[in-house]
């Protein structure tokens, strides 16, 4: 059911009529000081009129002038600070209006409605315990505005006191008979405090009041459920369908129940039945496979049956987006990228794009490595949500990838532009940019980049295998980049990739036996699948002396795919140039 509870509310409160607020100033004019002449009693409600003219008219700076000009002829006019109070709430300044309201208050204390504005602007600013004790002294003269103790009620619900929200919520009902929002926010309350007892004697209640209704078998039906007192909840829903046996919350609660109860089949059963109800929202459908889709355990273990589900939808609502974006996200989570890919591009071609399916699509490219579309859509997307920072990443990424360096630099260096609160998102468009600066030859600004990532993240693996690793290709600071690789293979010791790094820099710095002793461990830790590796294990090999086994591994690079002019010098010469 997961009824909302209309009086348990985020301090929302009720507001009050302009009816209302024209009694308030009728009223507040008998307060005008009796000492005033003939001639300034006149003037003052002349100036009073005016202003209130003024502020309907929404010229608020000149109505609170003429309302500051009634203070100076009649410095105890309640209704003049009241007036003053309110236009400062508009205004947002409100200290100033919490301190007029409280003034008109001491003038005229009995007034509701000033006491009524000054708890509005206690919770305005959060002040609740001032907002309380306002309403509370509201409540001991107005015992009969049910109104009053419904918002403190609700505020104390708000401040986690529940007991004596129940207590109003009881004096409410005894002037008002038993209602269905108040017991449940009974139940609710009663819930918070643990008294299980007395929130099934609320509902209880209700049903006894109320024994045709079916949704309120249907919350009983769900405390039962919750508290694993499933042959009660049952018959409760039995009595329920009995009622109403197309009952649209009632289906979707006894979603829930069978799913507790690890009845599947009986789950399944019933979504189906929900997605040809036409008494349900598409909405509500969809949220069901969202909770699939959020519980790992029932995503592995039903899979199937959600996909069979999930077409099932696709086929009764083919114009409704949602229900692709769903469908998308279980092919995704299903890591059936090629399938989801089709889905998005589908989305995108038929209904209106948003960020959340753009991000899908282009992550998906990215994984894919399909570096020409990821430039392409990148674009588009870059076109469609001109201030999203990771769609600047990806074309920046993409264009890197194609050889267009300068390209990535330029929309790289836009897209910092745009990212806010987002320190990893930060990181990856220094790493890129550093990398397209390298590709340009660029190497000073390469360093740069990769110094700023360094002095944000000093243990990012990533970077300083690429940084050190580059170093040595361009054989400058061989110290600082073997002491930067080191970090990589203490931190990852069986990682090939950072173990032929490191070798390589020993090999650069003339250290041959150690960088055997590296290459060898790259080796043994899946290197040999990588011709760069191996024709580095040739390099290392040849320097020591050992040339033969050199040029054999060299020979086995190049058939492993690896056609660099210089490797095949090396086979050629059987030397080192």
């Not at 038929?350 to 959340?356: H, L, R």
């Not at 990215?366 to 949500?385: M, R, T």
């Not at 020993?506 to 002793?517: G, H």
Request: hydrophobic fraction near 40%; aromatic fraction near 14%; charged fraction near 25%.
């Amino acid at each position: 059911m997961k009824l909302k509870v209309i009086v348990v509310i985020v301090i929302t409160f009720l507001s009050f009529t302009s009816c209302s607020g024209q009694r308030n100033i009728g009223k507040s004019k008998t307060k005008v000081k009796k000492e005033l002449s003939a001639d300034s009693e006149q003037q003052y409600y002349y100036l009073f009129l005016e202003a209130n003219r003024k502020k309907v008219l929404g010229d608020l700076n000149g109505a609170l002038a003429l309302y500051y000009q009634c203070l100076e002829l009649n410095p105890d006019a309640a209704a003049a600070m009241a007036e003053i109070s309110k236009l400062n709430e508009i205004m947002q300044n409100f200290e100033v209006a919490i301190k007029y309201a409280e003034q008109a208050i001491k003038i005229d204390s009995g007034n509701k409605w000033y006491k009524v504005n000054l708890a509005k602007l206690y919770l305005v600013i959060k002040d609740y315990n001032n907002a309380i004790k306002t309403y509370e002294q509201l409540y001991l003269i107005n015992k009969t505005d049910l109104e009053i103790p419904y918002n403190l009620a609700a505020l104390y619900n708000h401040v986690g006191n529940y007991k004596r929200a129940i207590e109003l919520y009881n004096d409410i009902e005894k002037n008002s008979g038993v209602n269905e929002n108040l017991s449940i926010a009974k139940q609710q309350l009663y819930g918070s405090i643990g008294n299980k007892t007395k929130a099934y004697n609320e509902i209880d209640n209700l049903i006894l009041h109320y024994p045709n209704e079916p949704k309120f078998y249907g919350i009983r039906a769900e405390m039962y459920t919750n508290d694993n007192l499933f042959i009660k909840a049952k018959e409760n829903y039995n009595k329920l369908f009995a009622l109403d046996s197309t009952n649209a919350l009632g289906m979707l609660s006894i979603i829930d129940f069978y799913r507790k109860k690890m009845d599947y089949d009986n789950a399944f059963k019933i979504i189906k039945k929900v997605i040809y109800h036409e008494g349900i929202e598409v909405n509500q459908k969809i949220l069901i496979f969202v909770s699939f889709l959020n519980i790992q355990s029932e995503f592995n273990i039903y899979n199937q049956q959600i996909k069979e589900h999930l077409l099932l939808l696709k086929e009764a609502y083919p114009d409704v987006q949602d229900v692709y974006t769903v469908h998308a996200d279980f092919l995704i989570k299903s890591n059936l990228f090629d399938e989801a890919q089709t889905e998005i591009e589908y989305i995108l071609d038929n209904f209106t794009g948003n960020i959340v399916i753009w991000e899908q699509l282009l992550s998906i490219y990215s994984y894919k490595s399909n570096f020409d579309q990821l430039y392409v859509k990148s674009i588009i997307a870059i076109d469609s949500f001109p201030q999203h920072a990771l769609f600047y990443f990806f074309n920046g990424v993409s264009a890197t990838q194609i050889n267009k360096p300068g390209e990535a630099i330029t929309i790289l260096n836009k897209g910092l532009e745009w990212v806010k609160n987002s320190p990893d998102l930060e990181v990856d468009f220094y790493t890129n940019l550093a990398e397209a600066y390298y590709s340009k030859k660029e190497y000073m600004q390469s360093d740069y980049f990769f110094e700023m990532v360094l002095k944000k993240e000093p243990d990012n693996l990533y970077v300083i295998n690429n940084y050190s690793y580059y170093l040595s290709l361009r054989e400058e600071k061989l110290e600082y980049a073997e002491t930067l690789s080191k970090k990589s293979i203490i931190a990852e010791p069986n990682n090939s990739t950072y173990l032929d790094t490191y070798a390589w820099i020993l090999f650069k710095l003339e250290r041959y036996q150690d960088a055997l002793l590296y290459i060898k461990t790259a080796f043994e830790h899946g290197g040999a699948e990588s011709d760069v590796i191996v024709e580095h294990y040739g390099d290392i090999l040849f320097m020591i002396g050992n040339k033969e086994a050199a040029v054999e591994l060299w020979k086995l690079s190049n058939e492993m795919g690896n056609t660099n002019e210089k490797l095949i010098k090396k086979i050629e010469t059987k030397s080192i140039f």
